[in-house]
């Protein structure tokens, strides 16, 4: 079914602290949206993301499941791969909070260059972390 959105790019909209076969994991989702070239139609789903870390330890929230609002700030032009073993997602501020915020800025580096730069708001306050991690088209 197509569902006209007005955000165009790759969005981070979920974040999960999961059980992965006894192993615990962190799990980003991200959507990709596209423009859809016509007028007043604004952008179409495009794909589907996970950014994965093992480093559960590297966050602390008290909700391990969330749902994300973000807001593109910076974006690259390098085509998104469909995988990059090689992957750091982190909140980054000019002055580190020493409390959990409900609003972080979140960078994604595939392969050692940015992808992209969100204003994040989570469902429930988190502190600053750095994951170093892989991603995988879905």
Avoid: C, Y
């Amino acid at each position: 079914m197509f569902v006209p959105t007005d955000k165009v790019g790759l969005f981070p909209v979920h974040m999960e602290i999961e059980d992965n076969d006894g192993s615990p994991q962190v799990r980003f989702e991200f959507q990709k949206f596209t423009d859809t070239g016509v007028p007043g139609l604004g952008s179409t789903f495009a794909g589907a993301f996970n950014f994965f870390s093992s480093d559960v330890t590297g966050i602390s929230t008290s909700n391990g499941s969330q749902q994300l609002d973000a807001g593109i700030l910076e974006s690259s032009d390098f085509p998104i791969p469909g995988q990059e073993p090689d992957a750091n997602l982190r909140t980054f501020s000019e002055a580190e909070p020493t409390s959990a915020l409900e609003v972080q800025s979140v960078k994604l580096f595939l392969g050692g260059f940015l992808m992209g730069t969100w204003s994040v708001q989570f469902e429930t306050p988190i502190h600053v972390f750095n994951l170093d991690g892989r991603w995988a088209k879905v």
